[in-house]
């Protein structure tokens, strides 16, 4: 995300990709598969780029999955965006190793007739873990492909039973000062709070996610639990979910409130609707090198088959 005073591209968008650069041909095709490792120097760099943290075996759901190169896991793992480890695309994956992941619990209440309170293992074995690769297109124009692992968020709703009182979902992040170096700032009223319509929230490409590349979330990509709404920009998709609450009034989420005319509530990825400040036109891809041709962005991030009725007769540049 960038905040009115930062410029478009910041110091820490270029030096990892350097090291990236090579190391993302190592992996793709064979990402999923284990490697057959010698001693040689690109053998070493294949090693540090292999998916670590305990195994999640989750099946791959090829209906709702893109054929695409998926990113490394270090690229994955490496550039990411929560804020509240600081605003470096670095700072994630050297804070958040901090934030204390057990016991977790998600409050589950408002409009519905069986609020609940469950641990994380308990989430995690509510319904069958699927696989699914996803893009992921961030609001600053660059994009990831990612194998996720998650189950339909709906199986999670229809569990509690919404009231007809339901008409949207507010998703509450998780705060840990004193894990947390950036919730000292005032970029952002903490927590990070998102939300989706409920019709949103029960389409099934909307991924309850617990895992990437076949093992736990990393802390950096929201552990243990984050939501990821594909057809959205990346802010929408919260990371380390506390609570999930269902209301009859639109929230205000944590970006419309730092900068409304910049950040609003349906923030669906739309080429046609640039930002106030750079295009949305085309995006860069994680890891296919800075100076690569950027990509076409796509209208609802590529979903526009599975999504586009969701929005029938609304004015998408007014509600952005
Ligand atoms: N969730 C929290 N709690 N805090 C954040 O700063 N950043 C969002 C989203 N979820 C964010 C968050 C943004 S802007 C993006 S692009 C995605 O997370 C990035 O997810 P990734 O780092 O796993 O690729």
Known sequence: MQRPWKTDVAPSDITPESVWRGRRRLLQGAALAPLALGASPLAHAALDNQPTGPVLPAQRNTEWSTNE????????TTYNNFYEFGTG?????QYANKMQ????????????????TLDIDDLRRL????????????????????????????????HVEPTEEAKYVVFTTVVQPEAMPGVRSNILDWPYVEGLRMDEAMHPLTLLTFGL???????????PMRI??????GFKSGKSLVRIHLQSTQ?????MRAA?????????VNPAVPHPRWSQATERRIGSGFFAARIPTRPFNGYEKDVADLYKGMDLRRNF
């Open 69 to 76: 190169a998926v990113n490394s896991w270090q690229e994955i």
């Open 101 to 116: 992941l057990s016991p977790w619990t998600v409050q589950i209440d408002g409009a519905v007739r069986k609020p609940i």
């Open 89 to 93: 695309k670095g700072d994630p994956a």
């Open 228 to 233: 990821v709404v594909p057809w959205k920009y």
């Open 260 to 268: 409304p005319q910049e950040y609003g509530f349906y923030a669906n």
């Open 213 to 223: 590349y076949g093992h736990d979330l990393p802390a950096q990509d929201g552990a």
């Open 127 to 158: 319904a069958p873990l699927e696989e699914r690769v996803y893009r992921l297109r961030c609001v600053e124009a660059w994009s990831l492909v990612i194998p996720w692992a998650g189950y339909s968020l709906a199986h999670l709703l229809k």
């Open 251 to 255: 929230p205000t989420t944590s970006w």
